[in-house]
C-alpha cells in the first residue's frame, strides 16, 4: 500500500473509523503521519458531509481532541441510552428530573422488552438488545442536548453563515391487538417547537414503522421530546413501541 500515490493512501485512512486511528498508526511512521495530518482530518470530514473549510479548521486545527471531538458530534447518536435498557425493568412517573441514565422529565409508566407482541426487530433499524414500550396513559421523556459541549466555538459560527442540519429517524410499532399513537418534537432553548411526529397513530397490528425527518437550525440547545401511549386504555403495558430513536447532526455553511 505504501507504494501508491500519496493521495490515495490519504483517501482510504480518511475512512478508517476513529476508535481504529490509533492501533492502525502504529503500523509505521508513514501511517501515523498520514492518520494524524491536517488533510487526512478534512477528508474525512468532508466524507460524512459536514463542514470542513477554514472557518471551523480555525477552532480546531491545532488541537487533536478538539477535531475528534468535533468529528464525533457530527457522527454519533445525540441520543444516549435510547432504548433505556442500562436499566432493564420498569420505569414509573416517580423518575421525574435528570438522572444517569440521560433520560428527564420521565413521565407514565414506561417498560423495557424485547419485540412482545409485534414482530422482530427489523435488520434496517440497527443493533438493539430492547425497545421501550409505553402504556395507558402518556409515558413522556426528554433529553437535553447542547452542541457546545463539542463545539465551543459553535454559537460564534451560527450568528455567521453557518446552520445545523439535523436528521431525525425512530422506529415505531403497536401491539397485536391495541391500537397507540406516538408523538416527538423538538424544543428549543427559546421555547420554539419543530414537530417531528404529531399524533401518528397506529391501528393494532405487528408490523414496525420508521418516521423520519430533516431540518435546518442554528439553534443549538434544544431538548428532544418523545410520548406515547394505547388508545384504548387497556390496563398494563399496551401502547407504542420504540426503538432506536436517532439524531444526527451537521453543520453546514450557507445552503449546502
Same mark, same amino acid.
Given at each position: ?14 475512512y ?10 502504529s503500523?509505521?511512521?508513514? %501511517? ?8 487526512? %482530518?478534512?477528508?474525512r ?5 459536514? !463542514?470542513?473549510?477554514? =472557518? ?9 481532541a478538539?477535531?475528534?471531538? !468535533?468529528?464525533k458530534m457530527?457522527?454519533r447518536n445525540?441520543?444516549?441510552?435510547? /432504548?433505556?435498557?442500562k ?7 416517580? /423518575?421525574?428530573g ?14 423495557i ?18 425497545n421501550?414500550?409505553t ?5 413522556e421523556?426528554e433529553?437535553?442536548i /447542547?452542541?457546545?459541549?463539542w463545539?465551543p ?5 451560527l450568528?455567521?453563515d ?5 436528521? %431525525?429517524?425512530? %422506529?415505531?410499532?403497536?401491539?397485536y391487538?391495541?391500537?397507540s399513537? !406516538?408523538?416527538? =418534537?423538538?424544543?428549543? =432553548? ?16 405487528k408490523n ?14 434544544f431538548? !428532544?421530546?418523545e ?9 398494563g ?20
Amino acid at each position: 500500500m505504501n507504494d501508491l500515490p500519496l493521495e490515495i493512501i490519504t483517501k482510504v485512512m480518511s475512512y478508517i473509523p476513529i476508535e481504529c486511528v490509533a492501533e492502525v498508526a502504529s503500523t509505521c511512521k508513514l %501511517w501515523n503521519s498520514i492518520l494524524n495530518d491536517t488533510v487526512t %482530518w478534512i477528508q474525512r470530514l468532508e466524507n460524512i458531509g459536514t !463542514y470542513a473549510g477554514p =472557518e471551523i479548521l480555525h477552532h480546531v486545527l491545532f488541537d487533536k481532541a478538539a477535531m475528534i471531538k !468535533y468529528y464525533k458530534m457530527c457522527t454519533r447518536n445525540l441520543l444516549r441510552n435510547i /432504548n433505556m435498557d442500562k436499566d432493564i425493568g420498569s420505569w414509573s412517573g416517580e /423518575n421525574t428530573g435528570p438522572n444517569e441514565l440521560n433520560w428527564s422529565n420521565v413521565t407514565g409508566d414506561w417498560k423495557i422488552e424485547k419485540h412482545v407482541g409485534c414482530n422482530e426487530f427489523p435488520v434496517e433499524a440497527g443493533p438493539a438488545k430492547a425497545n421501550t414500550v409505553t402504556s395507558y396513559m402518556a409515558c413522556e421523556r426528554e433529553q437535553d442536548i /447542547n452542541l457546545a459541549q463539542w463545539l465551543p466555538d459553535i454559537e460564534k459560527l451560527l450568528k455567521d453563515d453557518f446552520q445545523l442540519k439535523i436528521s %431525525w429517524k425512530v %422506529w415505531i410499532a403497536p401491539r397485536y391487538d391495541c391500537k397507540s399513537s !406516538y408523538d416527538a =418534537e423538538l424544543i428549543f =432553548e427559546d421555547n420554539s417547537e419543530i414537530v417531528l411526529a404529531e399524533d401518528f397513530h397506529l391501528d393494532a397490528g405487528k408490523n414496525w414503522t420508521s418516521l423520519s425527518k430533516r431540518i435546518s437550525t442554528k439553534n443549538f440547545k434544544f431538548s !428532544y421530546y418523545e410520548m406515547g401511549k394505547d388508545r384504548q386504555f387497556w390496563a398494563g403495558h399496551y401502547g407504542v413501541k420504540i426503538l432506536n430513536p436517532k439524531l444526527t447532526v451537521k453543520l453546514v455553511k450557507g445552503d449546502m
